[in-house]
């Protein structure tokens, strides 16, 4: 049915930028608001940042003020623009639809690592 696709994580030195991007097999991202989540090795997955149909965004307060969510639906694809990353950003990112919702199957996420 629908297939998420993260990419664009790597390894970067603490102060550094990325930009991810979620691409999903559908037509999904004009009728559904989508959030990228995070785990980091021996945590729950969490949300970091959040963007309805709308376009209004909404931020962790671990990544506010560094990380832009933001996406074009005549791509259906959303990104995570990341400034001035830190050590514990390190994670696996993945992006799906918001709890209380329906949500798509798990992608494969994309692994940022953020060295000091």
């Known amino acids: 049915q629908v297939q998420l696709v993260e990419s664009g994580g790597g390894l970067v030195q603490a102060g550094g930028s990325l930009r991810l991007s979620c691409a999903a097999s559908?037509?999904?991202?004009?009728?559904?608001?989508m959030v990228w989540y995070r785990q980091a090795p021996g945590k729950q997955r969490e949300g970091v940042a959040r963007?309805?149909?709308?376009?209004?965004?909404s931020y962790s307060d671990s990544v506010k003020g560094r990380f832009t969510i933001s996406r074009d639906n005549a791509k259906n694809t959303v990104y995570l623009q990341m400034n001035s990353l830190k050590p514990e950003d390190t994670a696996d990112y993945y992006c799906?639809?918001?709890?209380?919702?329906?949500?798509?199957?798990w992608g494969q996420g994309t692994q940022v690592t953020v060295s000091s």
């Open positions: 559908g037509s999904i991202f004009s009728i559904n608001a």
């Open positions: 963007i309805t149909r709308g376009g209004i965004t």
């Open positions: 799906n639809t918001p709890p209380g919702s329906r949500q798509y199957p």
